[in-house]
């Protein structure tokens, strides 16, 4: 598939795989278009995740955990994990340093769970748009 | 670090519209006019509700 679909790509484009440059794009925020000779556009996306995520940390955010409870409560706790996880090599470095927070009170805490939910989502974004120019659907 | 609502939202609106205006369009003069737009919109957004809550709270 990667193959047939490297065939479609613009002559600027290296050839990579896109799970080799979707798993890069994860871990390093931006790594993806690096890979991928988008020079430009790869530092702005590490720079806009970096300051999300440095923000959120700034204003010790909580982390969101793997927790269940009822529906509601299940939904905010795992999809606030999945998009904390999305920020690859920031949201692992911080957890293994000790960075973490608890969740408490405060308005300025709950500013900085969302800024490092904010990150991980446009990481998300960010990979996306990696797989699809290194699949040859964009450039 | 202690940040008011709305240099949060400033924030927010800024590395959102950098990353909006970079993973979508095909031109990079396309690109920088989406981020504009989305950073204006984000800023539109902001202000037009502040002053909807503003007159709602008497």
């Known amino acids: 598939m990667a193959q047939a679909s490297s065939q479609t790509l613009p002559a600027s484009t290296p050839a990579r795989s896109p799970y080799l440059v979707l798993f890069v794009s994860w871990l390093i925020p931006g790594g993806g278009h690096f890979l991928l000779g988008r020079r430009g556009r790869g530092a702005l996306i590490f720079l806009a995740v970096l300051l999300s995520f440095a923000l ?27 998009a904390d996880l999305a920020s690859g090599l920031f949201y692992l470095l911080s ?3 000790g960075y973490s927070q608890e969740d408490v009170a405060g308005h300025s805490h709950d500013y900085g769970a969302k800024f490092l939910v904010a990150a991980g989502l446009l990481n998300i974004l960010a990979m996306v748009d990696a797989w699809e120019i ?6 | 670090m202690k940040l ?9 609106a800024l590395v959102s519209s950098v990353v909006l205006g970079v993973v979508t369009k095909k031109t ?3 690109r920088v006019r989406y981020g504009l737009y989305c950073f204006g919109s984000f800023m539109a957004a902001l202000f037009g509700i502040a002053w ?7």
């Open chain 1, 134 to 139: 290194s699949a040859g659907k964009k450039d």
């Open chain 1, 56 to 82: 959120g940390l700034m204003m010790r955010g909580a982390m969101f955990q793997p927790k269940s409870g009822d529906l509601l409560t299940t939904l905010i706790q795992y999809g606030g994990f999945v």
């Open chain 2, 52 to 58: 909807v809550m503003h007159f709602l709270h008497g």
């Open chain 2, 28 to 30: 990079d003069r396309e």
């Open chain 1, 95 to 97: 957890v293994w340093l």
């Open chain 2, 4 to 12: 008011s609502h709305f240099e949060a939202a400033l924030l927010f």
